[in-house]
DNA sequence: AAAGTATGGCCCC
DNA sequence: TGGGGCCCCTACTT
């Protein structure tokens, strides 16, 4: 096994060329799968599945038959009785049941593109009971059903100081922000499991560093498209986090699942262990240790990296050894999800954890139960993040559903300056979502993440990539391709470029900017097209979609027939927002 | 083509 | 405080 090169093969989205994907094999391997990512939506046929199978099922059943039926479910069959009273009772049972709840009178799942929601539940949204996903105030109407926040930071004049430079440095500097929403190129199933983590090269521009759930890393140039490496020694299961060496971009730390932190040369694949918290092997799931969050400390050379029963480990990364002993940072046993130094203080640490706490440490005098600040969210925190320039700010990603963000550290942190709603829920097969900043954004009001739930676009539902701006709880943008079906919980920008990348399931794609070409083709295109009556709809379906308008901006255009109207904001802000006594 | 499965948080006792 | 069972928009493979 040593570093092996797999390819699997690379597709390239050619700049309009009659906008078809151009499909790359990247080098003739054993195994040709190329099962174009097909199908998902086969079912238009909504409505008859389930009728046709029934006798003679009158079709209104909700009523009577919510009540009538549901005890006919729990009892013998003798209970068929008095639904008209011929024998077979037994085929009461070919009622719709709702999957989720499986009580009968209304179902749960996919409309052709629309997921109709089981109205038992709480609101997969923003979980809150009387209503459904799709009537969820905050997907509706942005800013609606706000909460205004407690009060933040309890204005000092430092932070008026603070806020009116920061506040004039956006208004005079703001650049133009591209959304990096055009599809470029793409790398299907390149891994062999779903992408857990990405990571850009530093220095070398065009390259990607990408690890899986199986613990495989990949290095692709995604200029170069053929370039593409993996190494499967590194590690045994989930790559959790990467990080390249500050001061030898050669080198890359990798933390997994399998317990150890890896040292690896970018060129050669060849890796040194700096750390590995199960030296005596597998004893159970009760004391295996797995490492998610790491961080470097490049001032003093320092590695910090936590395990999932909550302790924190320094590690000297030239000597290799751990340093000092582990610190208890979450409640014990608990995982620790991330860890994130702040960019302009270093001894400064945040982390993140399945407590339902983010915290903040002083990594100098650090002591169990001695945080600076917690931070304290709903349910499990996926990341914490400072804000990438000035470390001011927070943002962290919640399974509550809910993105927060403080807008300075040094005021009162007692509550978020902000909570926006929007889906990420947790999914134990999914890469944990993570709101991420643009690090080129130095008014630090951008970040990216995935969406959970679907939206119909033209028929197909698909799980687009948000950009939000964070101060307001606007949705930027939402970007989607049509042959992406798959969700993408992992997304990275580009550290200069305008570039971002996505992870979903097993495949990574890359995204950049309309240019100035296109967007004023699409313009023209979409007036002919307008012209056309009615072309550009209608195909739909049928797996590999016509991709004539990938931009959800232009949608529908034509409007009126399809139904499928999009109701965009699938979330909102809370706090700050104006509005409401 | 339906069924199976890998999996993590959380709820309840 | 620990373990068993449950689980709402998965992405596959058989």
Known sequence: ?????????????????????????????????????????????????????????????????????????????????????????????????????????????????????????????????????????????????????????????????????????????????????????????????????????????????????????????????????????????????????????????????????????????????????????????????????????????LLLVADNFGFLYFLDKRSKTRIGHPVLIHKKGSKVTSLHCNPAQPEVLLSSGNDHYARIWDTRKLEANSPLVGLAHGRVVNSGYFSPQSGNKILTTCQDNRIRVWDYIFGDLQSPSREIVHSHDFNRHLTPFKAEWDPKDYTETVAVIGRYISENYNGVALHPIDFIDTSSGKLLAEVTDPDITTISPVNKLHPQDDVLATGSSRSIFIWKPKTEDELTEERTKQKSREFVYGSGSQKKSNGKHDNSSDDDTDGDSGGKNKKAKKTRFTHTVKGKGKSKA
Not at 94 to 106: P, Y
């Open 1 to 301: 096994m040593g570093p092996t090169t797999r390819a699997q093969f690379v597709y390239n989205r050619r700049r309009r060329r009659g906008g078809r994907h151009v499909v790359e094999d990247g080098s003739d391997d054993e195994e040709q799968r190329v099962d174009s990512s097909s199908s998902s939506s086969e079912d238009e046929g909504d409505e008859e599945e389930a009728e046709a199978s029934g006798e003679e099922v009158d079709e209104e059943e909700e009523e009577e038959e919510t009540v009538a039926a549901e005890p006919a479910a729990k009892l013998p069959p003798a209970a068929g009785e008095k639904r008209g009273g011929k024998k077979g009772p037994i085929t009461i049972s070919l009622k719709k049941v709702c999957k989720v709840c499986k009580r009968t009178g209304h179902e749960a799942g996919f409309k052709g593109a629309v997921y109709i929601d089981c109205p038992m539940k709480p609101c997969f949204l923003c979980k809150m009971p009387g209503h459904t996903t799709l009537t969820c105030p905050h997907r509706v109407a942005m800013e609606h059903g706000v909460i205004p926040a407690p009060r933040m930071n309890t204005n000092t004049s430092l932070d008026y100081v603070f806020q009116s430079q920061v506040k004039g440095k956006i208004s005079m500097v703001k650049p133009k922000f591209l959304i990096p929403n055009q599809l470029e190129c793409g790398n299907i199933k390149f891994h062999q499991r779903r992408v857990t983590c990405l990571e850009f090269h530093p220095t070398k521009n065009n390259v990607l560093l990408s690890g899986d759930k199986k613990g495989l890393l990949g290095i692709w140039d995604y200029v170069k498209l053929h370039e593409k490496i993996t190494y499967d020694s590194v590690h045994s299961c989930i790559l959790n986090c990467m990080k390249i060496d500050a001061t030898n971009d050669g080198l890359l730390y990798t933390a997994s699942s399998d317990g150890t932190i890896s040292c690896t040369d970018l060129d050669t694949g060849i890796g040194s262990s700096l750390l590995n918290l199960n030296p005596n092997g597998w004893n159970g799931p009760s004391s295996w240790r797995m490492i998610y969050g790491m961080e470097l400390n490049t001032d003093k050379g």
